[in-house]
């Protein structure tokens, strides 16, 4: 089934860097997500882009999206502890309802 | 705004006992959906519905049935449950739709099977 693949799988970094994440998925999609997941919690959206944006801002967040090469990076600028947590990207094929997640990329960041 | 309810958070069963995972959202969304997160594998479809009345099925659908007889609420059951059901499911809402909506999880029912 179509599915976003993250990498990397796991990153570590110091506080004040930059984590970058990339998502690649397979088929034509009309947008795509990317939500953040807290040990032990549920799902929280961070952001969705459509197809005929390339490159989309909130906060500290970055996303872009590339249709011809089938890939979205998430970028989190001045990453702080608190952005310790699981990227997932999901998107869904066409007028499909269904939403399909990558296995995701977990983040840490280092005080 | 209680958002999306998941009960209960934890649950024991055994090989062969059914049990019913509950799913509530009190922002009159029309569509829901039920997911099982394992570890390694992402989270992982199981069932949906775009409305009252309406399901059908997702990636991993065996072993589960769902029904949505009101907008709020969408069940989830395991008519006997086995080891490899042993998951986290997490349950999900969003005003219409999947594509270009923002999903609203619930924290999740941890689920173990003996």
């Known amino acids: 089934s179509q599915q976003g693949e993250e990498d990397p799988q796991a990153l570590s970094i110091q506080e004040g860097e930059n984590a970058t994440m990339n998502c690649s998925y397979k088929t034509s999609i009309n947008n795509l997500q990317w939500y953040r997941q807290n040990s032990g919690r549920g799902l929280v959206h961070l952001i969705l882009i459509r197809s005929n944006e390339r490159e989309k801002h909130s906060g500290r967040l970055r996303v872009t999206l590339d249709t011809s090469k089938k890939s979205s990076s998430l970028l989190i600028t001045a990453s702080r502890a608190a952005d310790t947590a699981s990227y997932f990207c999901?998107?869904?094929?066409?007028?499909?309802?269904?939403?399909?997640f990558g296995k995701g990329t977990k983040l840490t960041v280092n005080p | 705004n209680a958002g999306v309810t998941q009960t209960p958070k934890f649950q024991v069963l055994k090989t062969g006992q059914s049990m019913t995972l509950q799913c509530a959202q009190d922002?009159?969304?029309?569509?829901m959906s039920w997911y099982r997160q394992d570890p390694g594998m992402g989270l992982r479809l199981i069932h949906y519905?775009?409305?009252?009345?309406?399901?059908d099925q997702g990636e991993v659908p065996n072993g589960y049935n769902v029904s949505r007889s009101t907008t709020e609420d969408f069940p989830l059951r395991l008519l006997s449950a086995a080891p490899s059901q042993t998951s986290v499911y997490f349950c999900a809402s969003s005003y219409s739709g999947a594509a270009g909506q923002p999903q609203h999880f619930g924290d999740g029912t941890r689920l173990s099977i003996l």
């Open positions: 999901a998107t869904s094929e066409g007028g499909s309802e269904k939403l399909v």
């Open positions: 922002m009159n969304h029309e569509y």
């Open positions: 519905s775009v409305g009252a009345g309406i399901t």
